[in-house]
């Protein structure tokens, strides 16, 4: 059973960091509820080490001091003074937590440059090409604006294609309504009743991106 005074010192912490419940400290400090429950419990000796350091990172104490706040008073009777092996295992495991939490933000970074440099390079032509056609249809009206259009349709294309994303209906098509892909713009329709597209809408695999934009025909 929790220990009353473990448990109160403990929710006094995590409301001094905004934390509202177990469940949420469990989920911000990445342990499982079971090694919350030992804490509670004053069972601070059957937890790991680096389970500890997690904790105390998140309760924003550092580690000597939350090892005191939940120790057992048998524990505290023998002011036992840590040995230098402990000590150093503390320190080998702190290294290790600051080293991995280095790590995930540089993968981090290195993803998003990737992803950053993919598109750039699916979009290419279109970032190319397409401020000087802008500038050119605005220099002549007269210009026949589907002459503009494969600037812009080819590399979308090939950018959603890279990305398995793939339209649920061309602009203009008369199909069947369907609420769970359609959404009206005016009017009203039954499911089954044919409406026709005039935005069109995505899906990525199975996933819903944006429904299409219809109207009753």
Do not use: C
Not at 102 to 116: F, G
Not at 136 to 155: D, G, R, S
């Amino acid at each position: 059973m929790p220990n009353i005074n473990f448990t109160q010192k403990l929710q006094d912490l995590m409301q001094q960091v905004g934390i509202s419940s177990f469940k949420g400290l469990s989920r911000a400090a990445g342990v499982s509820e079971r090694q919350l429950s030992r804490l509670r419990q004053g069972k601070l000796e059957q937890m790991r080490v680096d389970v500890l350091l997690k904790l105390s990172s998140v309760l924003q104490m550092p580690l000597n001091e939350l090892i005191a706040t939940f120790s057992t008073v048998e524990l505290l009777q023998e002011k036992t003074a840590p040995t230098q092996e402990l000590l150093q295992e503390i320190t080998n495991l702190r290294r290790e937590y600051d080293r991995s939490q280095l790590q995930l933000e540089q993968q981090r970074e290195i993803l998003l440059q990737e992803l950053q440099q993919s598109t750039l390079q699916l979009l290419e032509s279109l970032l190319l090409q397409w401020p000087t056609a802008a500038k050119t249809a605005q220099e002549n009206p007269q210009l026949e604006a589907i002459k503009i259009v494969p600037l812009v349709q080819k590399p979308l294309e090939k950018f959603l294609q890279a990305w398995g994303v793939e339209a649920i209906a061309p602009v203009g098509a008369e199909l069947p309504y369907d609420p769970q892909l359609h959404q009206l713009i005016k009017g009203t329709a039954q499911p089954g009743e044919t409406v026709k597209v005039r935005y069109t809408g995505y899906l990525q695999g199975e996933k819903l991106l944006h429904r299409a934009k219809v109207s009753p025909v």
